[in-house]
C-alpha cells in the first residue's frame, strides 16, 4: 500500500524553528517527485514547495522563499521541510503529497494525513 | 500569478446532480485536477487531466475543460458526497501548483 506519514509538528514560538518530516513507503521513493502542501485552520489548500525525485529541482511559494528548505533522502525514504523564522501565519496543517504525471502537467496522489504546526507565544 | 476561482459553496439536493466550477484565464489550455477533502482528512484526488477518474473513484464522478471554466460533475449526489471540493492546475509561467480557494459541497 502506497502510504505518506508525516511527523515533526508542533507548538513553536514566533521567530522559531521546526523541521517536518514525510516517510514514505509502498513505492519506489527516488522515482517519484514530492511536495508540500499547507492548510490553515478552516482555510483551503496553500501549494508550499516541490523537490524534483533527484532533489536538483526545488519550487517554493512566495509566502515561504527563503525560510523554509524542501529535501529528501532517497536512500531513507524521506521528505523534509525545515522551517525557520516562522510567524504566526505559517500556523497550518502540513500535507506530503507524491506526484504522479503525464507529460507535463502534474497532479498529487496520495496525500499524507497532515501534521499540526502552531506558532504562538 | 495564476488565479483560480471556485464559488465558495453549492448545494444540491439528494439524487440530483451538482457541478461545481473552476474558473481562469484560458484555463482550457491547462490540465484540472480535483480533490475532495471530507472533514478532518487529507485531500483525496477524484479527477485527473481534466476527466480522468482514479481507480475507486465512483463513475458519478466527472470533469470537463473548456475556455476559461472547468467543471466538475457529480451525478445522483449521495449524503457521502458532502465534502470541500479543490481545484489544482501547474502554472509554467510561475513553476508552482495552484490551488482554488475550495467549494463546500452541502447535501441537502
Known amino acids: 500500500e502506497v502510504q505518506l506519514v508525516e511527523s515533526g509538528g508542533g507548538l513553536v514560538q514566533p521567530g522559531g524553528s521546526l523541521r517536518l518530516s514525510c516517510a514514505a513507503s509502498g513505492f519506489t521513493f527516488s522515482s517519484y517527485e514530492m511536495n508540500w502542501v499547507r492548510q490553515a485552520p478552516g482555510k483551503g489548500l496553500e501549494w508550499v514547495s516541490y523537490i524534483s525525485s533527484s532533489g536538483s529541482t526545488i519550487y517554493y511559494a512566495d509566502s515561504v522563499k527563503g525560510r523554509f528548505t524542501i529535501s529528501r533522502d532517497n536512500a531513507k525514504n524521506s521528505l523534509y521541510l525545515q522551517m525557520n523564522s516562522l510567524r504566526a501565519e505559517d500556523t497550518a496543517v502540513y500535507y506530503c503529497?507524491?506526484?504522479?504525471?503525464?507529460?507535463?502537467?502534474?497532479?498529487?496522489?496520495?496525500w499524507g494525513q497532515g501534521t499540526l504546526v502552531t506558532v504562538s507565544s | 500569478s495564476y488565479v483560480l476561482t471556485q464559488p465558495p459553496s453549492v448545494s444540491v439536493a439528494p439524487g440530483k446532480t451538482a457541478r461545481i466550477t473552476c474558473g481562469g484565464n484560458n484555463i482550457g489550455s491547462k490540465s484540472v485536477h480535483w480533490y475532495q477533502q471530507k472533514p478532518g482528512q487529507a485531500p483525496v484526488l477524484v479527477i485527473y487531466y481534466d476527466s480522468d477518474r482514479p481507480s475507486g473513484i465512483p463513475e458519478r464522478f466527472s470533469g470537463s475543460n473548456s475556455g476559461n471554466t472547468a467543471t466538475l460533475t457529480i451525478s445522483r449526489v449521495e449524503a457521502g458526497d458532502e465534502a470541500d471540493y479543490y481545484c489544482q492546475v501547474w502554472d509554467s509561467s510561475s513553476d508552482r501548483w495552484v490551488f482554488g480557494g475550495g467549494t463546500k459541497l452541502t447535501v441537502l
Open positions: 503529497a507524491r506526484v504522479l504525471r503525464v507529460g507535463a502537467t502534474g497532479w498529487f496522489d496520495p
